[in-house]
């Protein structure tokens, strides 16, 4: 098995209100040396098999066609 995690992050120069959410939250919490939030999301797999160059491949079609809109979102992908 291969454990894999994608992270998926907005682009720079996209807006992100949920970003913009969170930093005005945490604020109001007191934390106010917080600036420039950016959210994003993660998602970890595992893939059967053991040939890491396949699964990195693999992974990046997925990002590609349904993890990330790679219009304005960027993603990484670690293996383990």
């Known amino acids: 098995m291969i454990k894999a995690r994608v992270t998926v992050t907005l682009k720079n120069g996209v807006l992100d209100p949920q970003g913009k959410a ?14 420039q939030v950016r959210q994003g999301k993660v998602f970890d797999l595992e893939l059967e098999g053991t040939d890491k160059s396949k699964a990195e491949a693999d992974l990046k079609a997925m990002c590609e066609k349904l993890l990330a809109n790679t219009v ?9």
Do not use: C, K, Q, R
Not at 72 to 80: A, G, L, P
């Open 22 to 35: 969170i930093e005005g939250a945490l604020g109001a919490l007191g934390f106010d040396d917080v600036h």
């Open 72 to 80: 304005i979102e960027n993603f990484s992908i670690s293996i383990d």
